[in-house]
């Protein structure tokens, strides 16, 4: 129907124009510019009058198609976000205005404290006509835009300011129709295609420790997959462990020598690390002991018994500790280390040989990409014949594309491997494996963690913090906070428990994703477990605080609760009702524009938006009134509705950065 609608407008306004130009020759007539032709004149008048007729006619038919329209819009099934309705309106009408752009600039921003959102393309195009020598002024492509704009349930009116700023202003009836669908429905993403994504992330290294920049990716990467999730894709969440390559050689050669029993029995390694140096001390003093490492690592990569045996030992006890860390972060993942592509690399080395896309260098074969200027080229194999970082690389790509179907590859790493993967991107690219017309490649590089003495994260004696003992510290001084606060008067035993592991976890969580991931950010728990400011705890409280709303109203009412939020009429005349209503309609927004530059600190900004937006509603619309002796004389529901949905999207919001809310507080 927006179609027909469209299409009937534009035949208004050549009408119009026909009906001006008409008019234009009969005033000319009578003005006497044209000497005295009454016979023309009068079979003007009566074109006139014809046009006229259509025009109301015309008329008649689009304001009856637009009320059909929007009474059929006030109750739309999908929310959707405003800023891409809005860019496609107004894209559609760029291009209908002047065709001579194929693809026609259109620039929509969101909220503002002037307007609700703005078209800003006007001065653009206006310098774009310029340049093909039409000359047109800003103020009037924004006045031909606004004429031409096609009906919208979303848009109350449009308003021209300065030199051709588009304000837009929403209609409530849009607004009211979001959040009845989220109360009854329950919060629903924006429609899109389905996809198969694949994200790569946290990816520690066996017998190394799990350090910090592993949590920020296991952070982040866990984020994205819940967000992607959420939308209905289908998503493989990969942690490409570092289980294979050349320390694995003196690793087995050393447990050969310190639990010959391996074989038969498990070796109490306690700590990996110890064993690691142990063995890195003897591979860097003892010949006779280097020369079997290097025997061992091809004895394992060439599938012999014992050295898997002991390969396989080894990675157990590292994955018990990183099993740890993702149980405590409630982290699902599927482990597919390196060493799961070692076949696959010896077939892709080979295609590549084949194509003539590698180069001998000093014994080694490397792959160009691009070569562009400060590029570095790929080592596909190392001189001694052994694979590379590289190599898997490149192999990852080639069966996430060809076996896993992916339409989407995300790479979670700190950004000093952006250079690494933008010549794999590159490489695979040049080789064919990868088309980026048909797939979405993401390299996701973070930037580091550091102490709050500014430089890079470690412990007091200059050691890379453990895991373990970095979130052991987050829960214990979050159970000193809960007691500060006298919490554990009001909690049971579990209670206390929950709310302690998961304000400790989703403050650590929440200071990594709210923060630019491609900054570095600062670690510190006097911050992140503060109450105030953009912190998890204040959401946290504050979400409770919005829960207990309708909760405090009793039983009886929260019964009738779905009966309530069906038949309620949403109601958002008080002005903070509806600066309310319109955080909370920008939550597709959110999502897309995550989706677009893959970063969730949006969402954290988002929530601590609506948390604080909510409070300004709440300090001035009273929901709940009581007498003195404490009794509920008035329940104001569209209100109380109001906090119910403003619960809901906040849970969302929540569940997608993967913190656990409390039940109380
Ligand atoms: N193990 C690597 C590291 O610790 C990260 C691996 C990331 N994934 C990948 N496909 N390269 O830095």
């Known amino acids: 129907m927006e ?49 006229k007729f259509r025009l109301e006619i015309l008329n008649k038919a689009i304001a009856n198609e637009r009320k059909q329209m929007s009474s059929s819009s006030n109750s739309p099934t999908e929310v959707i976000s405003i800023i891409k309705h809005l860019y496609d309106i107004f894209y559609n009408t760029t291009k209908a205005i002047f065709p001579q752009f194929e693809d026609p600039i259109c620039v929509i921003s969101s909220q503002t404290n002037k307007s609700d959102y703005q078209c800003n393309s006007a001065m653009p ?60 429905e329950g919060v629903k993403p924006p429609p899109m295609k389905k996809l198969r994504v694949v994200v790569d992330f946290s990816s520690p290294n066996i017998a190394k420790q799990m350090h ?3 949590l920020r990716s296991t952070i982040i990467g866990d984020s994205i997959s819940r967000l992607l999730e959420f939308l209905g894709h289908d998503v493989l969440r990969i942690n490409h462990l570092g289980d294979w390559g050349t320390q694995f050689g003196m690793l087995i050669a050393h447990l050969e020598d310190i639990f010959p029993n391996y074989v038969n029995e498990s070796p109490p390694i306690a700590d990996l690390q110890a064993f690691y140096k142990e063995s890195k001390k003897r591979f860097d003093e003892d010949e006779e002991f280097k020369k079997r490492a290097y025997d061992r690592v091809v004895k394992l990569q060439s599938g012999e018994k014992n050295s898997t045996k002991a390969w396989q030992l080894i990675c157990d006890v590292s994955r018990r500790e990183f099993q740890h860390i993702y149980d405590l972060l409630d982290v699902k993942i599927v482990e597919r280390g390196e060493s799961f592509y070692q076949s696959r690399m010896e077939s892709l080395v080979k295609e590549l040989d084949e194509q003539g896309l ?6 080694r074969k490397i792959m160009w990409g691009e070569k562009t200027e400060g590029e570095i080229p790929l080592t596909i194999v190392k001189s001694g014949g052994g694979f590379t970082y590289d190599t898997s690389d490149m192999a990852t790509i080639k069966q996430r594309i060809e076996e896993e179907k992916a339409d ?18 590159a490489c695979a690219k040049r080789a064919g494996i990868l088309d980026p017309s048909k797939i979405r490649i993401d390299h996701l590089g973070f930037g580091v963690v550091l102490g709050e003495d500014g430089k890079k994260f470690k412990t007091r004696s200059g050691d890379t913090v453990k895991l373990s003992d970095l979130l052991e510290e987050g829960t214990r001084r979050s159970l000193e906070k809960l007691k500060e606060k006298e919490r554990d008067k009001i909690l049971n035993e579990q209670e206390i428990i929950d709310a302690t592991n998961n304000v400790a976890y989703g403050c650590i969580k929440y200071a990594d994703l709210s923060k630019s991931s491609r900054n570095d950010y600062v670690f510190s728990f006097d911050r992140m477990l503060d109450d105030r400011g953009n912190t998890a705890v204040y959401l946290l409280y504050a979400y409770v605080r919005i829960c207990s709303i309708a909760r405090n109203l009793g039983e009886e009412f929260n019964k009738q609760m779905p009966k309530l939020k069906k038949e309620t009429p949403i109601v958002l005349d008080h002005e903070k009702e509806w600066k309310l209503a319109k955080v909370l309609i920008q939550f597709p927004d959110i999502i ?13 900004d988002f929530l601590y938006h609506i948390a604080t937006t909510f409070t300004e509603f709440y300090d001035s619309c009273y929901c709940i009134q009581k007498n003195k002796q404490g009794e509920v004389v008035k329940i104001d529901v ?12 906040m849970a969302q919001c929540f569940d997608i950065l993967g913190i656990k809310t409390l039940k109380k507080v």
């Not at 304000?167 to 607004?175: H, N």
């Not at 590698?358 to 014994?363: A, F, P, Q, S």
């Not at 569209?638 to 999207?649: D, F, G, N, P, Y």
């Open 212 to 214: 910090v920049g592993h």
């Open 358 to 363: 590698l180069e001998e260098d000093e014994g």
């Open 125 to 184: 195009l206006s310098s774009k006509l310029k340049q093909l020598n039409v000359q047109m002024s800003s103020l009037d492509i924004a006045k031909k835009l606004v004429e031409n704009l096609p009906y919208s349930p979303l848009i109350e009116r449009t308003e021209i300011t300065g030199p051709g700023f588009i304000s837009i202003f929403l209609t409530k009836d849009y607004a009211k129709t979001f959040i009845s669908l989220i109360l009854n």
């Open 3 to 51: 179609e027909q609608i469209a299409k009937e407008s534009h035949r208004l306004s050549s009408i119009e124009a026909e009906i001006a130009q008409v008019e234009n020759s009969i005033k000319n007539i009578k003005e006497g510019n044209f000497g005295d032709e009454s016979a023309e004149l009068s079979s003007l008048l009566t074109e006139n009058s014809k046009l």
């Open 592 to 604: 897309e524009k995550i989706l677009r530059e893959l970063n969730i600190h949006y969402l954290c």
């Open 408 to 425: 989407w590859i995300i790479y979670v790493t700190d950004a000093g491997q952006a250079t690494h993967f933008k010549s794999i991107f």
């Open 638 to 649: 569209s209100r109380v509705l109001l906090c119910e949905a403003t619960a809901a999207i």
